[in-house]
Each structure stands twice: as structure tokens, then as C-alpha cells.
């Protein structure tokens, strides 16, 4: 993506060093984001955004008086991870409750969702508006469905300068959901986004062409057409926008031109010139206007152009002052901050485990470094599969999650735990490292095979199976997909019936295993045959057609990898004895 060249890996990390470095009289680090360095009032409500990084200024610029508490800093387009929103939202937090916001994308509402009850359950007051302003990734009558684009700022600005004046956590939220409800946004690209140390980007625009209906997570758009002149560009936005506005919407709004990344602010000037025509053509007022980048795509030449219908009290609120590293307006003053930040991790509570969970730990912490090696060697094929409809990230996701989970069952298999207590160290890991859907399904699953095998007798057949089904519940009841999606379950679902079936007939594991193992290789090239379902590939379902989905490909490599060290396992036994 960048000249200045740097280790891809830790890229999101170094990125948010040196932002805070740049910022400090604005932000302080914590472990998952960053806070407010200026003081807030006792009792006041504490407005929690984020999702990846690669977007700036969101999210973490625009934390500051007047706008957001904090940010939740994911992997590059990568949800953060529940506990990660969990230690942010506890940093903020001063008595008066909780509001998490974000743009609606699997990962985030899977991770925020998880979060938020967490947080419920230590007595603190939440509550979530999901921002759902793009206008091309559902049709009106299918709002909640509508991904989160640059509206995220009208939103998170609204709800900000609300919480900033002391209003109750009741009247903040409504203001959101209102903003919210009021705002469209629609998005253009000439050419795609390049993940940081990729060699190539995530999807390409024909010479001659732009794509429409973009993404912020690289996604390429719904549909092409011929690249226009400004005065056309103007007209397909504004028309297209206009066709959906609200029933009430009235005839004062603000606009917002946004930059993705390359698209100079001289460009972009040109553009708005011919939008705001056309708007004042149509009798409209124009109040309050951003044009620049606030919601960007790393480097993707692209733009996008946001609506947001006023009534007088959400007039109020965008207009209100608000101080941050990248968003500015008015005069408002803060203190700084001189509270410490606390230690907010929790030492979770095991059950003491018997002697074959400790016996069991090596093998355990072993399978899994072969998975991690497995994951970092399919890395690229993986991303590349996941970019023909979706955000290219599935490959650097898995590595991540998977190496992530491989370092933490080392930690504890070095401290003396047991196989239940290592593998639920080590979902919670896969789940912070990874981000994302992928990553909050896999570190669920894992979770629950520790707690299943930390409470079972041996290491049996059966425990084996009732460990892949409790795996298996996992993910369907926290990603709600279903066979026929075009997900990971359509892999997993095969492998867990047969892996069952297997079993119970008196098979050997590792046959039982084996078998499993080949039904969901072969479910997972079925998946070409589907459209998508769930997801950021839904809106792209024509482009997924023909090809396998990432996740239901990752997991039949995983199984495998898992069933060829049991078999190399089994035969160093039998030379051995």
C-alpha cells in the first residue's frame, strides 16, 4: 500500500502507536484502542465507536469532547474483538451508561453484540445503534440490512454532542437511531484498495469504468458504468440519493462528500460545487456541509456521497461544537484527564481438571501450532478467494487468529493448565487477534471444545463428537447462519453429522475422523454452487457464483490438518512400540 515499508503484520499496532504519540492531548492507549485524554463529567454517557482500522479518520480521530469517548481499533478492516470493546467501554465509562455504535457488518455486530452483554451482565447500562446508511446494499424496504459507510459520522457526531451535554442515555440513543434513520449515503470507485504489504489490490476497475455501490472494506461495488464527467457523476449521486430519502425528510440537510483514500480535495471541491447546484436547483437548504476524508478505504481511489435529512433538534446537535485529532468544529473546552487507566482484564474462573486434561495439553498446544503454520502458508490463497466478494481479509484473519491462538495455548501449557482451561485461553486469543466474523466464530468454537473436554472423564470417541458438536452450536447460535448460507457452517454442518455418525456406529476416531474430515473438503467446493446468503458477499452474490466460500474452505483445511497429525501421531506410537 505504502513506499514507506514496514512489517504488514503489525501494521494496525505500529499505526495506532504513532497516532497516539501524535495525538496525546487528545487520546490515551489502551489495550484494544484509545479514550479520551480529557476529562468527563461524573454520570455522563459514554459513546464507544470503532471497527477496523484503514479507515481514518474513523475511528479513532474522531475521539474528542463533543464526539466519541473512544475507539475500538481492529485489525486492518477487521472487527476488534469483544474483549477489546469490552476494556474500551469500561475505560470510558463514568456512571451514566454506555451507547456502542458502528457501521453494520457481521464482525462488528457479532463482536459488539457479545460485548454488550458482557458489560450488561457487570450491571452497566448499554445500548447499540447500528449505522446503516448505504443506500446500495439493500433496498429500502430492507434497512437493516444496509451496511455502515461514511454516515457513520453523522451518527456517532449527533450522539456525541448529545452525550457531551449531559442528555440521559434514553434521549442519546433515540437521537442516534433518528440520525440514523435519516441518513443515506451511496459510493463510488475507480480503482480498488491495496492491504498493507499486498503486492496487488483487492479488486480492480476496468479502465474506462467506475464501480458503484462500494464498500469501505475493499469490496468491489454492486454494478459498473462508463466513468463519467463531474456533471454526471453529480447527477447519478443526487438522483439515486434523492430516490430514497425519508417520508418526513423536509427540505434542510447537510451533505457530506467524502474522500476513500486518493481522490484529492481539489476533486472533490469540483464535485461538490456540481452536487450543491443541483441541490438548491431541487429548493433545498444546505446546512452544516463536510467535504474531505473522514471515512476513508486506505487507498482506494473512490468517494462517496452522504445525505442526512435535519429537523431542528438534530440540527442542534450537528452543528454543536466538538474537538478532536481530525474533526473540528466550534469552541469547546476540556480538561485533561488525570485518571490512571485501570487493569480491566478479569481472571476468569476454572474448575479444577483431572489428569488426563493435563495429559492432553501438549497435544493440544501442538495441533494447534500446526494449524497456525497450516493458516500462514494458505494466507494469500485464502485472501485472494475471500476478495472475489468480500474484503480480501479471511487469509490474514485466520493466520492471525490462528497464530495468535497457538502463542496462548504455549502460555499455558508452559504454566500447567489443562487441556479445557488451554483451548479456552486460546479461542479467546484466536477471537482478539483474528477480528471479524471469522474471527469471533472460530474463538466461540474453540471455547466451547474446552469446556466440554475440560468436564469430561476421558478422552473418548464420544467426547471427541459431543466436543465438535458443542463447536458447531457455538457458531450457529452466535452468527445465526444456516446451511445453504454460503458460510463456514456449510463445511462444518457435514463434519460434525458425519464425525457423529461415524462414532456412534463404533468406528475409530481416526477413521471417523478421516471421513469427516473428507465430507467437508468436499462440502466446501459444493459452496461454489451457492449465493451468499449472509455477509458482506451477499450484495455481491453474481461475483461470488463459481467459486468456493473462504470460510467453509478454511475449515475443511483445518480438519484436515488436524486428522493428518493424528494419523502421523498415531503411526510414531506404533513404531515405538
Not at 399 to 418: I, K, L, N, T
Not at 463 to 473: I, K, P, R, S, T
Not at 535 to 542: K, S, T
Request: glycine fraction near 12%; proline fraction near 3%; aromatic fraction near 4%.
Amino acid at each position: 500500500m505504502t513506499a514507506l515499508r514496514s512489517d504488514a503484520a503489525t501494521f494496525a499496532e505500529d499505526m495506532l502507536t504513532g497516532f497516539v504519540a501524535a495525538n496525546r492531548q487528545y487520546v490515551r492507549r489502551v489495550d484494544g484502542g484509545v479514550v479520551r485524554a480529557t476529562a468527563m463529567k461524573d454520570g455522563q454517557v459514554s459513546l464507544v465507536v470503532g471497527g477496523g482500522s484503514g479507515h481514518y479518520p474513523a475511528f479513532a480521530g474522531l475521539v474528542g469532547p463533543g464526539l466519541a469517548s473512544g475507539s475500538v481499533c481492529g485489525n486492518i478492516f477487521a472487527s476488534p474483538s469483544a474483549s477489546q470493546i469490552r476494556r474500551v467501554s469500561r475505560a470510558t465509562h463514568r456512571g451514566g451508561g454506555v451507547l456502542l455504535s458502528y457501521g453494520n457488518y457481521a464482525g462488528d455486530v457479532l463482536h459488539f453484540g457479545l460485548a454488550q452483554e458482557q458489560l450488561r451482565s457487570e450491571g452497566i447500562d448499554v445500548r447499540t445503534v447500528v449505522v446503516t446508511d448505504d443506500i446500495a446494499s439493500a433496498p429500502q424496504d430492507e434497512m437493516t440490512k444496509r451496511r455502515g459507510i461514511a454516515g457513520d459520522l453523522t451518527v456517532f457526531k449527533v450522539a456525541g454532542a448529545a452525550a457531551e451535554a449531559g442528555l440521559t442515555l434514553d434521549e442519546v440513543e433515540e437521537l442516534a437511531q433518528r440520525t440514523n434513520a435519516r441518513t443515506r449515503s451511496l459510493g463510488v470507485a475507480f480503482a480498488g484498495c491495496t492491504l498493507p504489504g499486498a503486492d496487488e489490490p483487492l479488486f480492480t476497475v476496468a479502465e474506462g469504468t467506475m464501480s458503484i455501490g462500494l464498500g469501505i472494506h475493499g469490496e468491489p461495488g454492486i454494478s459498473e458504468a462508463e466513468l463519467p464527467t463531474a456533471d454526471e457523476l453529480a447527477e447519478l449521486l443526487v438522483t439515486r440519493l434523492l430516490a430514497d430519502k425519508p417520508h418526513d425528510a423536509g427540505t434542510r440537510l447537510s451533505i457530506i462528500l467524502n474522500g476513500l483514500g486518493t481522490v484529492k480535495y481539489e476533486e472533490l471541491f469540483v464535485l461538490f460545487g456540481k452536487v450543491s447546484s443541483l441541490l438548491e436547483r431541487e429548493g433545498l437548504t444546505i446546512v452544516e456541509p463536510e467535504c474531505g476524508e473522514l471515512v476513508t478505504s486506505l487507498d482506494m481511489s473512490g468517494l462517496s456521497l452522504t445525505f442526512f435529512w435535519l429537523d431542528d433538534e438534530l440540527e442542534r446537535w450537528w452543528a454543536a461544537p466538538a474537538n478532536t485529532p481530525a474533526y473540528r468544529k466550534g469552541a469547546i473546552s476540556a480538561e485533561l484527564d488525570t485518571n490512571d487507566v485501570a487493569n480491566l482484564d478479569e481472571e476468569e474462573l476454572f474448575s479444577d481438571e483431572g489428569q488426563w486434561q493435563h495429559e492432553a495439553a501438549p497435544a493440544a498446544a501442538r495441533l494447534l501450532g500446526l494449524v497456525s503454520t497450516m493458516l500462514t502458508e494458505a494466507e494469500h490463497d485464502l485472501g485472494r478467494l475471500d476478495a472475489i466478494a468480500g474484503d480480501g481479509d479471511h487469509g490474514i484473519g485466520m493466520a492471525r487468529g490462528a497464530e495468535g491462538a497457538a502463542a496462548a495455548a504455549a502460555v499455558s501449557q508452559d504454566a500447567g493448565h489443562g487441556v479445557g482451561r488451554l483451548l479456552r485461553e486460546a479461542g479467546a486469543a484466536w477471537a482478539e487477534k483474528a477480528g471479524g466474523t471469522s474471527g469471533a466464530l472460530w474463538g466461540a468454537a474453540i471455547t466451547a471444545v474446552g469446556r466440554v473436554l475440560q468436564d469430561e472423564e476421558s478422552l473418548t470417541p464420544q467426547a471427541v463428537a459431543a466436543a465438535v458438536d458443542a463447536a458447531l452450536e457455538a457458531m450457529v447460535s452466535l452468527g445465526k447462519a444456516q446451511l445453504g448460507d454460503k458460510t463456514m457452517l456449510d463445511a462444518l454442518i457435514p463434519f460434525a453429522e458425519t464425525l457423529r455418525n461415524a462414532v456412534d456406529a463404533g468406528t475409530d476416531l481416526g477413521q471417523a475422523w478421516d471421513t469427516a474430515a473428507s465430507r467437508a473438503e468436499a462440502a466446501a467446493a459444493e459452496t461454489a454452487n451457492l449465493r451468499p446468503r449472509m455477509g458482506r458477499a451477499r450484495p455481491l452474490a453474481e461475483k461470488s457464483l463459481g467459486h468456493p466460500d473462504a470460510g467453509a474452505v478454511s475449515l475443511a483445511m483445518v480438519v484436515a490438518t488436524v486428522g493428518a497429525a493424528h494419523k502421523d501421531s498415531a503411526r510414531k506410537e506404533d513404531v515405538l512400540s
